[in-house]
């Protein structure tokens, strides 16, 4: 009961500290960032808001949503800062819908043409650190310097590893992030969010290096909270999963404890997520009448199995495969030789197997979380793909403790307790 009252009253301080953050940052002037807008709105013209780069669908970045951001940025009325940090307006222009153009007009303060549509669903805390950035900078060095972080930040974890002689999971890392891209992720500030959130986490993991059940319980309520906060639904399962890999496998836990644990962490993680986001939609209904139903339909709509005409239910899947014999092949063939494999290593060394199958969970997360957000899932399927992070990480990291590679020296963290 003790835990329950603690994790209820994190939650609810961090939304009130959310709120007021945010108020905070919308009153930074407009016209203090006015050029630095206008200066991004070219950089983001020249290269498209469907941008590839080497016209590599895996090498797509999110300008359009780069560019929502910084017009939402440019959009509010800091003379009522509570309203706009509600609200969350962003412009559009009424002939072709073009984000660019209307950008640049509310920044020479011309709202004839534009449109308004108040996206009050989610936080948008994003803010908190892009308005002061555009204050000092523009696009470009808003990308420069989200790339020096990022690096930096990469740096910081491997120096951990290699000081504490954690070869699996160092080199777990690398391959993973080698795989999914990782020097696109800091060219697109949506795709930084959850990545930043998810790296912080494991530098505070390693850095503290004895954490016991207690305080981990915080610590993935507030990772929950920050990602509802910051995120605008990218990736966010990453915040919860890259940590819980790093937490689950530097403990010294048996495999029930494990397992146990990971429910635990999860169930914080979650509940902190979903009441910081849904408090956004209370607090925007009692002071500028939003109608929750609205965010309720859009809820909905993210985990329907309709997108345009096309049935995702699974009998709908397997009928669209179908029509592709050799493409369903090669989905059968794959998912056959991974089950064998599987089966092989279980009947080969059970004992290892069933150590460390909680890594195995966790690789297929990123499958759940695919299917329950089905329509989210394929329609932005673009970006999306870079949650299988998870997978890849958990699932090499799975093989490396069942051979024996790399192996690890010591236990960096105590025994939950």
Known sequence: MNHVIKIFSITVLMVVSFFFLSILTVMIPKETIKIHVQESMDIIEKEGLKYRIGDIFFFRLDNFTDALMINIAMGVNDSQPVKSVIQNTYYLQNENSSIIKATRDIADENYQGVYAVPYPRYWHGYQVILRPLLYVTNYKGIRMINGCCFVSLLC??????????EWQLLVTLIISFLLMNIWIVPLSIQFSISFYIALLGIVFLLYKRIIHFNHLIVFFTIVGGLTSYFDLLSVPLLTLCLPLIV????SSDNNNDKYKYMIYYSLCWFFSYSFVWISKWVIAHFIVGYPIQDAIQQAVLRVSTEYDGFDMSIKGIIDYLMNYPSLFMIGIVVLLLFMILNI????RNKKIYQSESYLLVIALMPVIWCLVMRNHSVIHAWF???????SVVAYTLFIFRYFGLFKRNTHLFSKSS
């Not at 910081?156 to 002689?165: E, G, N, Q, S, V």
């Not at 092989?344 to 009947?347: R, S």
């Open 156 to 165: 910081i974890i491997f120096a951990f590893l290699i000081k504490r002689r």
């Open 384 to 390: 999306v793909w870079r949650i299988f992070t998870i």
């Open 344 to 347: 092989f290593l279980c009947i």
């Open 247 to 250: 937490c689950l496998y530097l």
